[in-house]
């Protein structure tokens, strides 16, 4: 590993823009850094591929990655993937059949240049990590390792989409944010037919929420790109990277149960970042840890990292606040957690957990109540300062609940807790959520899991399966896995509800189901996990010098409040703008949403987003505002949207529209 502890590395040199030809025409574009001894010593290379503009949009975060990496040895490219940035071509939806087939062929692209030794890497965060994931299943000879950062491997069930079949809200929100990404233009880097290439994009620019409205069982369509069910066709090693913060940290653990012999895994405490800008804290330094991983498969004399599967921030009770620099806890390391828990069980006992089952009870009814779910926090997945859960407390109230004793010894939950129910018959099907909760001795509540099941569905979440059978009916609810110390003398609270809005779009039917009999089943850590043996680098500032700087912007702000009957909980990004000095441009961005509902009528359900970006540059300023609304009727969703870009404050498009999916499910 390197011992460059600030960072600088060796010189190097940077090409603003490049294009890589597709084999049916399309150009991507991309930016390359290159060792400066570079092409007469050809070196390893590694790419970043996503559609967040090369150009200015994450532009400052590409600036911490790729130069330091350049400066120990590797070539770098961000991709811009086609449709977006200032690569050329259409993006229809997410992971289409090109995007998958482009990254191959970038692959193919870069090992044939004279600066490339033949050998490969590919790394990302969100869509970039679940890009690497997808070019891994049967991989090309160059390509060698792949790291994933907040990446998803289960597209339906660990993304922003759905939970358990359930509809979040988020869908919304990317909903209207993707198309504003899209339809901004081009940089002149492009051509000087920019304008055009503007032009046609706008002209095919498509609205994919509908389609993932439409698609409410997993199906083939969310299977499409979900590596975990191709999980043995996974073929280079993968160090999986995620955050406890994160709506994506399940696939670490996942991934490493479904292929111990290819993926190593870090789970810290943060949200949706590279975890050198990792918060909640403690952060570290990621561009050391992806170093020591290139230069383990990449480089001469290479070894296969000596770690273990696991280096997890095992997290404990945190006073429940809107944000927090540093959580509770410590890290540990670990194998796969089947290798070392024992499961432990909780039968449901009147309104206790209990580790003895005891005579069958009368049954519980799950209340309907739409107030469950407000102290959840962020209705975004990306782990936005300013959004994390609050004191449980109310929304356990409104609950029905079950928990343990005091507890006379630590606990510590490791990998995924499930919930078994036994369900009466004869119900409409509607939605449960579950959330695990730590109360602390003086009755605070803080959020630990959560979980939800959309019970019109079958045990594959498949496909339809109501109405429930007369006869009653068992399910298993999973949860995400966790790192979790239950301190001695908490207690594990577990609360069911039929709805958690405004996380997730409420089910049609205003009830909850019948519970006739239940179960909770937790992987209980033996003993004491050791702390690290192998240390994770320190965070770092980089780069040392800075060509941006940001234009601050306060947290999220949220707010709660009641009009004219309905409940109204509405957050807001403020608006942010990043300054290049390098090309002269600025780009800004804000996010805002608003989610209301009568609280006896889930069928009153609205939801608002408004999402919007600014790009400022020396040949002028663009806008670009997408806003979006959704409600729903006990049959289809009722969705609308309008979008509009101006250009140096003239309107250049717009566009209307609307969709009525079919509400087939829940």
């Not at 084999?23 to 970043?48: M, N, Q, S, T, Y």
């Not at 191709?230 to 696939?251: F, K």
């Not at 799950?366 to 994390?388: H, K, S």
């Not at 990998?415 to 018959?425: C, E, I, K, Q």
Request: net charge negative; glycine share 8%; hydrophobic share 40%.
């Amino acid at each position: 590993m390197s011992e460059d502890r600030d960072g600088r590395g060796g010189a190097v040199q940077v090409r603003e823009h490049l294009w890589i030809p597709m084999p049916d025409g399309v150009r991507l574009a991309a930016r390359l850094w290159l060792p400066a001894a570079a092409p007469h010593a050809p070196v390893p290379a590694l790419f970043e591929y996503i559609p967040y503009r090369k150009a200015d949009m994450v532009r400052a975060r590409d600036e911490r990655n790729h130069p330091f990496l350049a400066g120990h040895g590797y070539a770098c490219l961000r991709v811009d993937m086609r449709g977006s940035g200032d690569s050329e071509g259409h993006m229809p939806d997410m992971y289409s059949e090109a995007e998958l087939a482009d990254a191959r062929h970038v692959i193919a692209w870069i090992a044939a240049q004279p600066w490339c030794d033949g050998q490969v890497g590919m790394f990302g965060t969100s869509w970039g990590g679940t890009a690497a994931l997808q070019a891994n299943i049967d991989a090309p000879e160059a390509l060698k390792a792949v790291i994933a950062v907040c990446a998803t491997h289960d597209r339906y069930e660990d993304d922003i989409h759905h939970i358990g079949g359930c509809v979040l809200t988020d869908t919304f929100e990317w909903g209207a944010t993707l198309p504003v990404i899209l339809a901004a233009p081009p940089t002149p880097c492009a051509g000087d037919d920019w304008h055009a290439l503007w032009q046609r994009r706008l002209d095919t620019l498509t609205f994919p929420v509908e389609a993932w409205l439409r698609e409410e069982g997993r199906g083939s369509y969310w299977r499409h790109g979900s590596v975990i069910h191709r999980a043995e066709r996974l073929s280079r090693p993968v160090l999986a990277v995620g955050g406890w913060t994160d709506r994506y940290a399940n696939s670490v653990m996942s991934l490493v149960a479904a292929r111990p012999d290819l993926v190593w895994g870090v789970v810290g405490p943060w949200g949706h970042h590279y975890p050198d800008h990792g918060n909640p804290g403690p952060a570290i330094g990621f561009q050391h840890l992806a170093l020591d991983w290139w230069d383990r498969w990449m480089k001469p004399g290479k070894a296969k990292p000596d770690w273990p599967r696991l280096r997890v921030w095992l997290r404990e009770f945190d006073p429940p606040a809107d944000s927090l620099t540093v959580r509770n806890g410590r890290w540990i390391e670990t194998d796969a957690p089947k290798t070392c828990t024992t499961p432990r069980v909780y039968h449901l006992n009147g309104d206790a957990l209990a580790t003895e089952a005891s005579a069958p009870a009368t049954g519980w009814e799950v209340p309907f109540d739409l107030g469950v779910g407000r102290a959840l926090g962020d209705t975004g997945y990306f782990g936005r300062e300013g959004g994390l859960p609050l004191d449980q407390r109310d929304d356990d109230s409104r609950a029905l609940t079950f928990e343990t004793a005091p507890f006379e010894h630590d606990v510590i939950l490791y990998g995924a807790a499930s919930v078994r129910l036994g369900l009466d018959g004869g119900q409409p099907a509607g939605q449960v959520a579950l959330r695990l909760n730590d109360v602390a001795p003086d009755g605070t509540s803080a959020s630990v899991g959560l979980t939800l099941r959309n019970l019109a569905l079958d045990d594959d979440l498949d496909a339809p399966a109501r109405p429930l059978p007369a006869t009653g009916r068992s399910v298993e609810i999973p949860f995400p896995t966790a790192a979790y110390r239950f301190r001695t003398g908490h207690r594990l609270r577990l609360a069911v509800s039929s709805s958690c809005w405004p996380l997730v779009w409420p089910a049609t039917v205003p009830a909850g189901p019948r519970i006739l009999r239940g179960a909770l089943t937790l992987p209980i850590y033996r003993g004491d996990p050791p702390d690290l043996r192998h240390p994770l680098p320190v965070a770092l500032d980089l780069p040392p010098v800075k060509s941006h700087e940001t234009l601050a912007a306060p947290p999220l702000e949220r707010s709660q409040a009641e009009e004219d009957g309905a409940w109204v909980h509405a957050w807001a990004q403020p608006f942010t703008e990043l300054h290049y000095r390098e090309t002269r441009t600025a780009f800004g961005f804000e996010t805002s949403a608003e989610h209301r509902v009568l609280p006896q009528d889930p069928v009153s359900a609205a939801t608002r987003v408004r999402h919007r970006q600014r790009y400022r540059r020396p040949d002028g300023t663009a806008e670009i505002e997408c806003v979006l609304t959704a409600r729903t009727d006990a049959s289809a969703y009722q969705v609308t949207g309008r979008l509009t870009v101006t250009w140096d404050g003239e309107a250049r498009f717009s566009r209307e529209w609307a969709v009525s999916p079919a509400r087939l499910l829940g």
